[in-house]
């Protein structure tokens, strides 16, 4: 059987990669994005160069009906067998006591109610088991102190979610993961104000350089595919050492 995946925020940074290689991999793939057309309909190219079958869709990922639309057109594809759970945001890099009430409200909304509504959706359409990959950060174990605590915290409660639908959903042939990647060369940095922050923040990682996307994306694919067969609720990290 084919597999059919989605991956939200596939438009861009360590999702764009996930999609690329799932594709070279031989998913057929539905990406997710919020605004960036230009950005997703390059990855689409890419997806469909390779041979394989590709959606883009916008798709909000906090909004429960754009998600049971993006998940409606990725079943156009076939029976969807798996999603990775990557669409997230951070907020200006900064001191707790800056932390503005909406950029809290925004992080927690995108960073873990769209996880839930979209593991929600997988859940209820994998009928034949499937697999789940959750983008969480080696943020929540380290607590990003004078950064960004809230979306430590956050992505805390995304390890917590993977335990939880690890447990409830393996009688049911899901399996659910998550990768924790460290400092990765994305626009995000620049969206939380530090635009060089890979390359600012490399003297503290042991590897000594911040990781690429394609190399969260190999993680991706591996818990994603049959060589995970018996992972189930495990974190996998892949921060350089960090
Ligand atoms: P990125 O380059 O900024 O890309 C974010 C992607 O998410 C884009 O495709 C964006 O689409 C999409 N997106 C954002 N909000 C959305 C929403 N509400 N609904 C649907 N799509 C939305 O980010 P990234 O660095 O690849 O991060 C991907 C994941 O990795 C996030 O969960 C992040 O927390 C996690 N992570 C990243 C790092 C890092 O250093 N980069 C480290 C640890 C964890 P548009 O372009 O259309 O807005």
């Known amino acids: 059987m084919t597999s ?30 919020r605004r960036d057309h230009t950005a997703a309909k390059a990855v689409l190219d890419d997806i469909q160069a390779t041979g394989r079958r590709g959606l883009a869709v916008p798709a909000d990922t906090t909004d429960p009906d754009q998600v049971q639309r993006l998940f409606d057109a990725a079943a156009d594809l076939g029976p969807v067998t798996g999603l990775v759970n990557n669409a997230g945001i951070t907020s200006p890099i900064g001191p707790f ?8 409200r925004q992080v927690v909304d995108v960073n873990l109610i769209g996880y839930v509504l979209c593991a929600q959706q997988a859940a209820r359409r994998m009928t034949h088991g499937g697999a ?50 460290g400092i990765i060369r994305t626009d995000i940095h620049a ?28 993680a991706i694919a591996w818990l994603l595919g049959p060589d995970a067969s ?3 609720g495990a974190v996998l990290r892949v921060a350089g050492g960090l």
């Open 132 to 181: 789940i990959v959750n983008v969480s950060s080696a943020a929540a174990t380290l607590g990003s102190p004078g950064e960004y605590i809230h979306y430590a915290a956050v992505k805390a409660a995304t390890d917590t979610l993977t335990l939880g639908l690890a447990k409830e959903l393996a009688p049911h042939g899901i399996r659910v993961n998550a990768v924790a990647p």
């Open 191 to 218: 969206l939380s104000g530090v635009p060089d922050r890979p390359d600012s923040a490399a003297g503290r990682i042991p590897l000594g350089r911040a990781g690429e996307p394609d190399e969260v994306a190999a």
């Open 4 to 33: 059919v995946t989605i991956v939200t925020g596939g438009s861009r940074g360590i999702g764009a990669a996930t999609a690329r290689r799932l594709a070279a991999a031989g998913h057929d793939i539905a990406i997710g994005y």
């Open 230 to 232: 018996y992972t189930a």
């Open 97 to 104: 006591t800056e932390l503005r009430t909406d950029d809290l």
